[in-house]
């Protein structure tokens, strides 16, 4: 009779799980699931990772969405595949599992500190959304084979639609950002300083100090158009071609050679990272001056990027940000300088060079 109730209840609720799954290997005890959830995610979320970047070359969706949505699902799933668990607890399951992700991508050299502390709230983010999928799967089809096929879905889902992005992908947009900067000092005498040779002062900015790339010196090679800036990153050489030399009134340029765009962080010391190179590049932007009603000078710096890592909406909150720390590192420069010199005083990049 028991067998009988047990096999009316498997067909009402779907088909009873296979033994394979029921016992040895899933842990019953809260502690040994939560585990299991966390520990079998790991190789999950590293060989998913490495076949993106290094196979399919690829900073997308489904790298920064899909997968961090699997890991809070699968590792939720697999904590709570013998009985209901807290919905809390579920939640900290998958932010534990996708944080040991993270290390064990640091810790095999495939990323810094720096982008995985960046790329850290939209992971986060969507692991705990998938984790409370995880739970809420787990515990309405508690007892059926919908939690085992929903694990399988995901293992094949994540590389099959890392293979589609890949076949669907398209050119990236471009960013612009403008950033304006006011001068006390004459439009003349602005435009000297913007073209001079200048050694930069130390920036104090978190960013660059962490390792983002930023420009420690800067000259001009020539006059006119075709004329060369040329430049030291933290990051390595720098070079732009003026297209267009409007003294004293604009400047255009065209990014000629461009550096890494950061420094990562890692144990190991310098890592190749592939989206350091390429992944992010800026290609042509221009330098505008505009005398103000008071005598002053307004400096507009504009710069043309090219990003190639997705989610757009979310990096391209970082590349704004960061470019427009970058404009305001070199135009303030050219400001304390040109104001330096209209009111006497050297600045101190002055007198150290």
């Known amino acids: 009779m028991t067998k009988t109730n047990e096999l009316k209840s498997s067909c009402e609720t779907g088909i009873a799980e296979r033994p394979f799954l029921k016992g040895s ?3 019953r005890s809260e502690l ?13 979320g590293v ?4 076949l993106a970047v290094y196979g399919f070359e690829l900073y997308g969706l489904v790298l920064f969405c899909l997968l961090p949505f699997s890991i809070g699902v699968s590792s939720t799933l697999l904590y709570g595949f013998h009985e209901p668990r807290s919905l809390w607890r579920s939640l900290l399951v998958s932010q534990l599992a996708i944080f040991m992700v993270g290390a064990a991508i640091f810790l095999l050299a495939m990323e810094g500190l720096i982008c995985l502390i960046m790329a850290a709230p939209i992971a986060m983010g969507l692991a705990g959304i998938g984790g409370g999928v995880g739970w809420v799967v787990a515990k309405r089809y508690f007892g059926t084979r919908i939690r085992t096929a929903t694990l399988v879905a995901l293992l094949v889902g994540v590389p099959a639609l890392m293979g589609f992005e890949d076949a669907t992908y398209a050119e990236p947009d471009w960013i612009t950002v ?4 006011f001068v006390d000092a004459p439009q003349e005498k602005v435009w000297e300083h913007l073209v001079d040779a200048a050694a930069l002062e130390s920036s ?12 420690t010196y800067l000259e001009v090679e020539g006059n006119g158009p075709g004329a060369r800036l040329r430049g030291e990153f933290n990051t390595g050489a720098f070079e732009v071609v003026f297209d267009e030399w409007d003294a004293p009134h604009r400047l255009g340029l065209s990014v000629a050679e461009h550096p890494p765009t950061m ?15 390429d992944y992010f590049a800026c290609e ?8 103000t009603e ?22 391209t909150q970082w590349s704004e940000n960061v470019i427009d720390r970058l404009h305001r590192h070199v135009l303030d420069d050219v400001r304390r300088r040109a104001e330096a010199a209209q009111s006497g005083v050297p600045s101190v990049a002055a007198s150290e060079t």
């Open 178 to 181: 403008t950033t304006e900067v």
């Open 263 to 277: 420094q990562e962080w890692s144990i190991y010391g310098e890592i190749d990272a592939p989206h350091l190179v």
């Open 294 to 315: 008071a005598g002053g000078t307004k400096l507009v710096g504009t710069t043309l990027c090219r990003q190639q890592i997705g989610p757009a909406w979310y990096w």
């Open 204 to 215: 104090e900015d978190t960013l660059f100090r962490r390792g983002v790339a930023h420009p």
């Open 47 to 50: 060989v998913a990772t490495a």
């Open 32 to 44: 040994g699931s939560a585990l299991m959830g966390i520990v079998t995610t790991i190789p999950m």
């Open 25 to 27: 290997v899933i842990p």
């Open 284 to 291: 042509e932007g221009e330098i505008e001056l505009h005398a």
